[in-house]
């Protein structure tokens, strides 16, 4: 999956897998998560988000199950 730069104080880049609905986060201190089960109009609110990191933390964090990769 290839993960797409974005600006942002906590992420460093987002990938989504529209096929298996999985999202793939890279923080800025290098972890990498997978989250799963994540519908496409989360994936579209959170990289239309004016706070990405906000966006994350109030919608995808702990609401959707995850590892780390």
Do not use: C, E, W
Request: glycine share 10%; hydrophobic share 40%.
């Amino acid at each position: 999956m290839t993960l797409t730069p974005v600006t942002s104080s906590n992420l460093a880049a987002v990938g989504y897998d529209p096929a298996t609905a999985t999202l793939v986060v890279r923080f800025r201190s290098g972890d990498v998560y997978q989250y799963d089960s994540v519908p496409g109009s989360i994936y579209r609110g959170l990289m239309g988000a004016a706070s990405l990191g906000g966006y994350f933390a109030a919608v995808i964090r702990h609401f959707y199950r995850y590892r780390r990769l």
